[in-house]
């Protein structure tokens, strides 16, 4: 990898990581479960992306972070589905008791 490569990766990490910061902050308490919620069942593409990455590895190094890449990310589909569920049940109408 030239220098000239990893300065510009850097600055899109550097950049992405201030707009998240910029973006999650505005969003007003109401909303931010059921946004993080989406979120993290969105991550079904970052697993995607480690699986091709794990298809492709030659190194141990590689292979061990596509791993990592999609255990994380497995996990936040896994909390997406339940907090995601857990927000539908609360619109649901409880059947009114019949005397």
């Known amino acids: 990898m030239s220098e000239t490569s990893l300065v510009v990766e850097l600055t899109v990490l550097v950049l992405a990581i201030f707009l998240g910061f910029e973006v999650i902050s505005k969003v007003p308490t109401m909303l931010h479960t059921p946004l993080m919620s989406g979120t993290n069942f ?28 999609m ?28 005397k």
Not at 46 to 64: E, R
Not at 83 to 92: A, H, N
Request: charged share 20%; no cysteine; aromatic share 10%.
């Open 42 to 69: 969105i991550h079904g593409i970052v697993i995607v992306g480690a699986i091709m990455v794990l298809g492709f590895a030659d190194d141990g190094f590689t292979k061990a972070i596509g791993f990592v890449a």
């Open 71 to 98: 255990v994380l990310a497995s996990a936040n589909v896994v909390g997406g589905w339940f907090v995601t569920d857990r927000m539908l049940e609360m619109f649901k109408r409880r059947p009114e008791d019949r």
